[in-house]
């Protein structure tokens, strides 16, 4: 994935980055802020088409699929975005936007639904969201943040979706709040049998609602793995130090890195070598020159790092 960002400046926001989702997992995208989280979600949906790397949906290759191929798809993967506000229209009923895409979308029969059927539809999604139904007649600016997103999520999930890329949905949220949404996100899932790409930095939401866990550095993934065994035993150096920078740490794990300095390089200049090399506790000649690959370990996970913080033995 590149952007163009001014004469001649290509900013790579994603490095061939390959991933295919599990039906009915809960991916966690974790790193810093511009590290390419947001942009590989938007790359997950196609909602921008990637330069590089490497999309695939229900065992289909849509990282080059066109529109019109695409369209039908688009029904099963729907986003929610972090600015509750921003994402709803002030001037229309909650009734009118969480109806909209059953209005622009064909019914399963391929004829447009009935005032009926929508209505109806629209009742079951308050439900579904823990919302009253008067809700659908009032306007967004009447509820709290934490309403607002269950309003679209409620929106996203009109179409029965499969697959949700949720792109910070709580962040914006407070803290109380959050653990609500991530409550309702969780709930869905188990209900629906729905299967979330979940974008975060804060590792206390993703490990409450992960089964795997993405790590992203400066576009590119470094280590992906089950969630149990990226939180408590990083691989990456880069996972360990943003597990230790937590505050009130996730997981206590020993040994770990001390927490990162300095800031993330900028991505039109990336690094040689391997990209994490300027921050790394860690680092050795050898990475300053050579990038590493992301390569699988013995148990299973990936990672992009030469040395691994963990042995690279098979078993626990
Ligand atoms: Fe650190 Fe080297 Fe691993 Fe990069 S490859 S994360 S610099 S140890
Ligand atoms: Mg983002």
């Not at 196609?46 to 999309?55: A, E």
């Not at 939401?205 to 550095?217: D, E, G, L, N, P």
């Not at 992906?224 to 939180?231: F, I, P, S």
């Amino acid at each position: 994935m590149t952007y163009r960002v001014g004469r001649g400046q290509v900013l790579r926001a994603l490095d061939g980055v390959s991933l295919a989702v599990r039906p009915g997992e809960v991916l966690g995208l974790v790193g810093e802020s511009g590290c390419g989280k947001s942009t590989l979600g938007r790359c997950l949906l196609r909602l921008v088409q990637p330069s590089g790397g490497r999309v695939v949906f229900d065992g289909t290759d849509i990282t080059m699929l066109p529109e019109r191929r695409l369209r039908p798809l688009r029904q099963d993967m729907q986003m929610v975005f972090q600015d509750s506000y921003a994402a709803l229209n002030p001037r229309r009923r909650v009734g009118d936007l969480v109806a909209e895409p059953l209005r622009v979308h064909p019914a399963p029969s391929g004829g447009r639904r009935s005032r009926g059927e929508i209505a109806a539809r629209l009742a079951e999604l308050m439900d579904l969201v823990g919302l009253p139904q008067t809700a659908l007649e009032r306007y967004p600016h009447e509820f709290s943040g934490g309403q607002r997103q269950r309003i679209n999520i409620a929106r996203a999930l009109a179409l029965s979706p499969r697959l949700v890329v949720a792109d910070e949905p709580v962040a914006a949220l407070d803290v109380s709040i959050q653990a609500q949404i991530v409550n309702l996100f969780m709930d869905l899932r188990d209900r629906l049998g729905l299967t979330y790409v979940f974008v975060a930095h804060d590792l206390a939401v993703v490990r409450q609602i992960s089964t795997r866990v993405a790590v992203m550095y400066l576009g590119a993934i470094v280590e992906l793995g089950e969630a149990d065994a990226v939180l408590h035993h990083p691989a990456h150096p880069y996972t360990a130090a943003l597990i230790a920078a937590v505050p009130e740490p996730v997981v206590r794990t020993q040994g770990l890195p001390p927490p990162l300095r300095g800031d993330v390089p900028s991505p039109i200049a990336p690094p040689p070598g391997c990209r994490f090399h300027t921050r790394c506790p860690v680092v050795r000649e050898r990475c300053r020159v050579d990038p590493p690959l992301l390569r699988a370990l013995p148990d299973g996970r990936d990672v992009a790092c030469h040395y691994p913080l963990v042995e690279e033995r098979a078993g626990p």
